[in-house]
């Protein structure tokens, strides 16, 4: 009964451990994010790039979609 119980404990206090290790590491990108993009967790917007064939705007595209409608003419 000795073992299961410790067994438990150990099991439950790793889990924990792991949980709160990644919620620093979470916290750390996001402090820093100014680098790379920061993690987005349980947002709608996380869910977004699972499985999608996402990609960024080429510069040009972005160009083209800032000017003016009078002014493409």
């Known amino acids: 009964m000795d073992q299961?119980?410790?067994?438990?404990a150990g099991s439950v206090l790793t889990a924990l451990g792991f949980v709160v290790v990644v919620?620093?590491?979470?916290v750390i990108n996001n402090i820093i994010?100014?680098?790379w993009r920061?993690?987005?967790?349980?947002?709608?917007d996380s869910w977004n790039s699972?499985?999608?064939s996402a990609?960024?705007?080429?510069?040009?595209?972005v160009e083209k979609s800032q000017?003016?409608?009078?002014e493409k003419k």
């Open 50 to 52: 699972v499985g999608s």
């Open 67 to 70: 000017k003016s409608p009078l």
């Open 4 to 8: 299961a119980a410790v067994f438990l």
């Open 23 to 26: 919620i620093g590491l979470v």
């Open 38 to 44: 920061p993690i987005r967790i349980f947002t709608e």
């Open 33 to 35: 994010a100014r680098y």
């Open 55 to 61: 990609r960024f705007a080429e510069p040009l595209e």
